[in-house]
């Protein structure tokens, strides 16, 4: 158990709204990444951080921003919510910084309906 | 751009059988490659990583081997138990950042 949890766990909610998912690390790692999982695409990165307030973007970004104020917690932010954001998102930490030992674990996941 | 392959897509098994997973990956430049586990509606398990410089890496009923100059990963699975029954992901880590290019899986079912 690498100490990460995602909230909300489920959310429905209707286009044009913001929405904000929080993960949260009790391990003071440095790395941390947003995913999402999609039936056809597999896991892709949105966004990642490698330090408080550093943080660079991933393959699809677009329509999403993260901020990380804290070591602990990465928010991603979800502008004005579109049904192509339905996804299931995951984050992610690396126990190790990068490099042959960035083994990354993962956790639970939010389910994100746009209706 | 890097882009990871896994075949098969599906595959199905009688309890008991020993089996391999398959993964490729296009750009031989990575750290590491990464195994995970995935059950329904559950986040990613890693089970192994396996650096640039390693041919192999073991855990229990698990063993990966890499072989990075033909861009291939194998996931051996002995003695397959229904219990192993899960999405098996291979992920690969390159560039500066080391970030992960996945795989679309491998939906392991085995049958008692």
């Known amino acids: 158990d690498a100490g990460i949890t995602q909230s909300p766990r489920h959310k429905v909610t209707e286009t044009g709204t913001p929405v904000t998912l929080r993960c949260h690390q009790t391990?003071?790692?440095?790395?941390m990444y947003w995913y999402r999982q999609d039936p056809g695409h597999g896991l892709r990165l949105i966004h990642y951080?490698?330090?408080?307030?550093?943080?660079d973007k991933g393959e699809v970004s677009d329509g999403y921003s993260v901020s990380r104020s804290k070591t602990e917690d990465f928010l991603l932010t979800l502008e004005s919510a579109t049904s192509s954001q339905t996804s299931v998102y995951f984050c992610?930490?690396?126990?190790?910084?990068?490099?042959?030992?960035?083994?990354?674990?993962f956790g639970p996941g939010t389910r994100l309906t746009v209706l | 751009k890097q882009e990871v392959t896994q075949i098969p897509a599906a595959l199905s098994v009688p309890e008991g059988e020993n089996l391999v997973l398959n993964c490729s990956f296009t750009?031989?430049?990575?750290?590491?490659l990464q195994w995970f586990r995935q059950d329904p509606g559950k986040g990613l398990t890693s089970l192994l990583l396996?650096?640039?410089?390693?041919r192999e890496q073991t855990s229990g009923r698990l063993n990966a081997s890499l072989d990075k100059s033909s861009g291939r990963s194998t996931l051996y699975i002995a003695a397959s138990q229904p219990g192993d029954s899960a999405t098996y992901l291979c992920?690969?880590?390159?560039?500066?950042?080391?970030?992960?290019?996945f795989g679309k899986g491998t939906k392991l079912s085995v049958k008692p």
């Open positions: 992610a930490i690396s126990v190790r910084d990068v490099g042959a030992n960035n083994e990354q674990f």
């Open positions: 391990e003071n790692h440095r790395y």
């Open positions: 951080s490698y330090g408080v307030k550093d943080t």
């Open positions: 750009d031989s430049a990575i750290y590491n």
């Open positions: 396996i650096q640039s410089s390693q």
């Open positions: 992920a690969v880590a390159g560039g500066s950042q080391g970030n992960l290019i």
